[in-house]
């Protein structure tokens, strides 16, 4: 109800001092609004009929107001009260609603919206709340290793600027992390910052790792409240680098233990499975009691045969813990027997053998002259087609280039044979006569005639192909001749001779001209009696034409004798 004041007192501001009137239905009304956003607050009064004018005023943590906007409803002017902190800040509309602008902390109050008419004061309140959502949590101060089975401090997880303040929770692969003794602990502070009155939290996180949190992301969130609920925020994740001790040591061998040939240079590496790998071994080689300082790799050049055996490696600190390996060093030797040049006679026996000894069953390959022979060369008998460069090889398949060959180069030599033949021309005109001649080096042939005749083709020579070839010649024999055949190399000259009869010739000259002067005179005699046949025939013919010719006359004549007579009887 309104209250009364005495006859002195100017109404409006008796009724300002006095007791104001809460509208009915009218309860805690909330504005919720973010940091730095405006701050919108409707009067929720109904504008009264006789309204003089509307008023805004906050209340002091006393109680007491500070009045900030005023607002006539006859003039329509707004008059904004000098107090510095809405200073520039505040705007009223004419259904008197105040907008606050860049809204702050310190807003947060209870503001009241009054409508002054001559005989009331009426009251609507609305209460201020302001939020800021926190910065991104980040995770600072970071460990740069952990240790297993030790409690480490992993890290800070900071989140700056909030209001209200938050609260901070770690994670371990999304799992959220709780206390517990000697394995987690969290340790939680926030502070305000006096002039912006924001909040800036951090959680610090004691962890003690295992070898199963290699990889394990850890991440923190800060949970906050803002205009429209409960929110999170989580922060970027980070992996952390687990040290543990070695409980297992390796040897490895490079190149691969299978491949090691004779002349290689062998690096044994030794490994920890700790975090961080050791640096230091001892090494242990075969024969050797006491071990080499080194550091995790050791080094063998040139390794023989006899470096075969068993390879062994241990921590410095812990010599119990061993590892070892076996490394066997290829080997492949090769004896051809003989080998080199060798020069042999033509018939000899000539033994080779290719001895093979190896670290392992080796393959072996025959070659001559390039080309790959199906079983190893086996000489009883030499003959000249067996010359050649004959190579054995053999090779460690498994092992790369572990590989030997000898070569045999044999030269197969013999004295000049010759063997003659001849051979007479269908005509019998002339004859070729052949000298086959075999021998190493290579015999040269020379042809001699006793005798005349003419030489058709005087020497065509075959290629030489394993110690053999031919010269042959042709000639045509007027008489007796004989045909000389010398064929000479290195190793000895030797003669071979062959007598051409001319009379064979003559013979079947004379023969085969009777033949031909037979026929002809054959053909001769057959032409004439054809001839004088058909002269008789033509003679025949002419004398039967002439023969038709008159009986067909005298017919004539007896016709028209006829017809004569026939009319004379008319």
């Known amino acids: 109800m309104a209250s009364q004041a005495g006859p002195s007192c100017r109404l409006v501001f008796c009724l300002l001092i006095s007791a104001a009137v809460l509208r009915p239905g009218l309860g805690w009304y909330t504005v919720n609004s973010a940091y730095g956003d405006t701050i919108i607050m409707p009067c929720r009064l ?18 007491s107001p500070v009045f900030i906007a005023f607002r006539s409803s006859t ?57 800021k959502q926190p910065s991104k949590p980040e995770i600072v101060s970071k460990a740069p290793f952990l240790e297993t089975e030790q409690l480490k401090k992993l890290g800070d997880c900071i989140s700056k600027d909030s209001y209200p303040d938050g609260n901070i929770t770690w994670y371990r692969s999304g799992k959220a992390l709780q206390p517990l003794e000697g394995v987690v602990v969290l340790i939680f502070k926030k502070q305000m910052d006096p002039v912006t009155q924001l909040y800036t939290m951090t959680s610090s996180l004691e962890y003690k790792a295992t070898k199963a949190d290699i ?37 490895q061998v490079v190149p691969s233990k299978t491949a090691i040939k004779e002349g290689d240079n062998i690096t044994l590496k030794c490994l920890g499975n700790g975090n961080p790998p050791p640096e230091e071994f001892l090494f242990y080689l075969p ?38 390996t076996a490394i066997t060093v290829h080997y492949l030797d090769l004896s051809l027997n003989p080998s080199g040049e060798v020069t042999k006679q033509i018939g000899d026996a ?45 090779a460690l398949q498994e092992v790369e280039g572990l590989k030997k060959r ?31 001649v075999e021998g190493f080096p290579k015999p040269a042939i020379q042809w001699t005639i006793t005798g005349s005749g003419s030489v058709i083709n005087q020497t065509e020579e075959s290629p030489y192909i394993n110690g053999r070839y031919y010269s042959k010649i042709i000639i045509s024999p007027e008489e007796n001749v004989t045909l000389t055949c010398t064929a000479e190399n290195q190793l000895e000259r030797t003669v071979n001779s062959l007598n051409v009869s001319a009379n064979e010739n003559r013979e079947k000259v004379n023969d085969q001209a009777k033949l031909i002067v037979g026929i002809v005179v054959g053909l001769l005699l057959a032409a004439l009696v054809a001839g004088v046949v058909y002269w008789l025939y033509m003679k025949k013919s002419k004398t039967a034409s002439k023969h038709v010719n008159k009986d067909l006359g005298n017919l004539e004549e007896n016709k028209k004798l006829e017809e004569n007579n026939h009319k004379t009887e008319a």
């Open 46 to 63: 109904d504008v009264p009929q006789n309204l003089m004018f509307g008023k805004w005023k906050y209340e002091k943590p006393d109680g």
């Open 75 to 131: 003039k329509k002017s707004v008059q904004y009260d000098d107090v510095p902190e809405y200073k520039d800040r505040l705007s009223l509309s004419e259904n008197y609603t105040l907008s606050i602008s860049n809204a702050r902390i310190s807003d947060e109050k209870r503001f009241v919206c009054m409508l002054v008419t001559e005989d009331n004061v009426f009251e609507a309140p609305t209460i201020v709340k302001v939020f």
């Open 215 to 251: 990889q394990m992301p850890f991440t923190c969130s800060v949970m906050y409240y803002g205009p429209s609920g409960q929110k999170t925020v989580p922060s970027e994740r980070a992996i952390f680098d687990i040290y543990y001790p070695t409980e297992q040591v390796t040897i």
């Open 287 to 324: 024969g050797q009691p006491e071990g080499i300082r080194s550091s995790n790799t050791y080094t063998l050049t040139d390794v023989r045969r006899n470096a075969t055996g068993d390879y062994k490696c241990s921590l410095i600190d812990k010599k119990g813990m061993i590892a070892s």
């Open 350 to 394: 000539l033994p080779v053998s290719c001895t093979i000894s190896a670290s392992r069953n080796a393959t072996v390959v025959w070659m001559k002259d390039n080309i790959r022979l199906r079983s190893s060369p086996s000489f009883s008998s030499l003959q000249y087609q067996d010359a050649g460069n004959y190579v054995c090889e053999t």
């Open 406 to 436: 000898e070569s045999l180069t044999l030269i197969v030599e013999g004295k000049p044979q010759i063997k003659m033949t001849k051979k007479t021309d269908p005509s019998g005109l002339s004859k070729t006569i052949i000298c086959h």
